[in-house]
């Protein structure tokens, strides 16, 4: 059964990085036929696709506009995880982070979500 | 980017009473490349119906997608008191970045 486990701060400042990661088992990270991305939610912007890493022969990366700027979707094969990095963020930024794994391209397994709260 | 219209916010209904929802698209999706989710308080979404119309493993046949295009209805024949929840869909078609609706919220009457 795949399962994904999130982990990381419910607390970030101001300007500062939030960096969350998602430990996937029952599938891999490197599968070439998934993909794996991070989904926000908040009151005020909905649910907001953010971006996903996946693996066809090569790495690959896709990213939001509004937030193209600032982010990074990391995969490590080691651990069979998958990260985010979202720089220099603001009270905007607060959210429920979600990961999900997208097959073919809606979204079959989510984790439990994180609670980020951006404040100083 | 494509934006997904959901109505209407929210719809009161009884346990046994049917319930349609409706999604549309600012343009055509295609390959009808529409999902439905579900979200209960506190949980993440789970994934309802995929391609407009297919049943994700394990939904009950009393969740019934349809439509393609630009508009979309998920209809729920007969609510169970677990189908009170809110409900959103997101457009996969083309290329990203993939889009959610604002959400129907199915509520007790």
């Known amino acids: 059964q795949v399962h994904l486990q999130q982990s990381g701060p419910g607390l970030v400042k101001p300007s500062q990085t939030l960096s969350l990661t998602c430990a996937i088992s029952?599938?891999?990270?490197?599968?070439?036929?998934?993909?794996w991305n991070w989904i926000r939610q908040s009151p005020s912007r909905g649910l907001e696709w953010l971006g996903r890493t996946y693996h066809r022969s090569k790495w690959y990366n896709d990213y939001a506009v509004s937030v193209s700027s600032r982010i990074s979707i990391d995969p490590d094969t080691s651990k069979n995880l998958f990260s985010l990095q979202l720089n220099s963020v603001t009270p905007e930024d607060t959210a429920v982070y979600f990961c999900?794994?997208?097959?073919?391209?809606?979204?079959?397994?989510w984790g439990r979500g994180t609670l980020v709260t951006v404040s100083s | 980017e494509i934006v997904l219209t959901q109505s209407p916010g929210t719809l009161s209904l009884s346990p046994g009473e049917r319930a349609t929802l409706s999604c549309r698209a600012s343009q055509s999706l295609s390959s009808n490349s529409l999902a439905w989710y579900q979200q209960k308080p506190g949980q993440a979404p789970g994934l309802l119906m995929y391609?407009?119309?297919r049943r994700a493993t394990g939904i009950p046949d009393r969740f019934r997608g349809s439509g393609s295009g630009t508009d979309f209805t998920l209809t729920i024949s007969r609510l169970e008191p677990e189908d009170f929840a809110v409900y959103y869909c997101q457009q996969y078609g083309g290329s990203v970045p993939w889009t959610f609706g604002q959400g129907t919220k199915v509520e007790i009457k």
């Open positions: 391609d407009a119309s």
């Open positions: 029952g599938d891999r990270v490197s599968s070439d036929s998934a993909t």
């Open positions: 999900a794994r997208g097959l073919t391209r809606y979204f079959d397994l």
